[in-house]
């Protein structure tokens, strides 16, 4: 398998313009989570799928963030719009939900926004 | 809510010493935790998961303990060497299966 896959690697875009991020997880695993990585916040969960359905949005800052999972093999995460502050590392990780469990993370999306 | 803390936040440290890092967590009722190794721009490499019933795990130079019941877990690098420069992440799997990660330790071995 070839991992945890995202696109794109890097985005730039202007604020208040729509962005849209995507991941491939594994194939098999049926978690699957998004992180938000800024130096003065660290990690942030956004948001956690399981079996295709959200079932921990909690940390989705606003609702400027969106985010679906149409299929086991395919997720989205969606600015609208964007502003500054957006700008971060976003990560996909992927999982099985069981205690055993080893979460599996993606390269990441470096997204500006200016 | 669970939250998770690393210390030290960063080190340096010549090539050659023996190393520990910790994490600590504040809700005991953990399924499992897991240590990453960040590299600058990239993504976390999974270096080792210890599950709740297990009291360490070892890869090489690198053994991870965990004590549930204080709600600490360490890593230890034998014998660091330069190419293990990197940020260094604990998280903790609770609750409805999220992982929850800490702060990260930076750590710089120098030649």
């Known amino acids: 398998d070839a991992g945890v896959i995202q696109s794109p690697r890097h985005e730039v875009t202007e604020m208040g313009q729509e962005v849209t991020l995507r991941c491939k997880p594994i194939s098999g695993h049926n978690s699957l989570f998004w992180y938000r990585q800024t130096m003065m916040r660290g990690l942030e969960l956004l948001i956690y799928f399981n079996n295709n359905v959200p079932i921990d949005d909690s940390g989705m800052p606003e609702d400027r963030f969106s985010a679906k999972m149409p299929n086991a093999s395919f997720s989205t995460l969606k600015i609208q719009p964007s502003e500054p502050r957006d700008s971060a590392v976003y990560f996909c990780?992927?999982?099985?939900?069981?205690?055993?469990?080893?979460?599996?993370f993606g390269q990441g999306t470096r997204l500006t926004v200016v | 809510k669970q939250e998770v803390t690393q210390i030290p936040a960063a080190l340096s440290v010549p090539e050659g010493e023996n190393l520990v890092l910790n994490c600590s967590f504040t809700d005991s009722a953990i399924y499992n935790l897991q240590w990453f190794r960040q590299d600058p721009g990239k993504g976390l490499t999974s270096l080792l998961l210890?599950?709740?019933?297990?009291r360490e795990q070892t890869s090489g130079r690198l053994n991870a303990s965990l004590d549930k019941s204080s709600g600490r877990s360490t890593l230890y690098i034998a014998a660091s060497q330069p190419g293990d420069s990197a940020t260094y992440l604990c998280?903790?799997?609770?609750?409805?299966?999220?992982?929850?990660f800490g702060t990260g330790t930076r750590l710089k071995v120098l030649a």
């Open positions: 210890i599950q709740s019933s297990q």
């Open positions: 998280a903790v799997l609770s609750g409805t299966y999220k992982y929850i």
């Open positions: 990780a992927s999982s099985t939900d069981r205690e055993a469990t080893e979460a599996f």
